[in-house]
């Protein structure tokens, strides 16, 4: 099992930044991926950023890429999203998620992890 926090949601105007936090506990040791989703009122859960174990590759929606930066810690304890340049569309709840055997296929799909946290609220006003 393993627990996540999300903290570092909040209101923000239009072009501004906010840097979201996820902290993780339980099993982290076999943590293969974590990730952030965003669900806009009315709307599915939607892929945002995700890191995976073993490599340095990034994955980014093509929506926040050159605007989001997702990092975490060495340990896997914690993960991090750093959110710039923000607009309207960048408002809704934004979810940590981690998994222990996602393949490859999912990493951008929500039924890829099997730990989610509460969420936290990211609002954007014009």
């Known amino acids: 099992q393993v627990q996540l926090v999300e903290s570092g949601g909040g209101l923000v105007q239009v072009g501004g930044s906010l840097r979201l936090s996820c902290a993780a506990s339980?099993?982290?040791?076999?943590?293969?991926?974590m990730g952030w989703f965003c669900q806009a009122p009315g709307k599915e859960r939607e892929f945002v950023a995700a890191v995976r174990r073993g490599t340095s590759v990034l994955y980014y929606a093509d929506s926040v890429r050159g605007r989001f930066t997702i990092s975490r810690d060495n340990a896997w304890n914690a993960l991090y999203l750093q959110m710039n340049s923000l607009n309207v569309e960048d408002t809704g709840v934004y979810y940590c998620a981690a998994d222990p055997s996602i393949i490859l296929s999912n990493m951008r799909n929500t039924r890829g992890y099997a730990y989610w946290g509460q969420g936290t609220q990211v609002t954007v006003s014009s």
């Open positions: 339980g099993r982290t040791a076999s943590t293969r991926a």
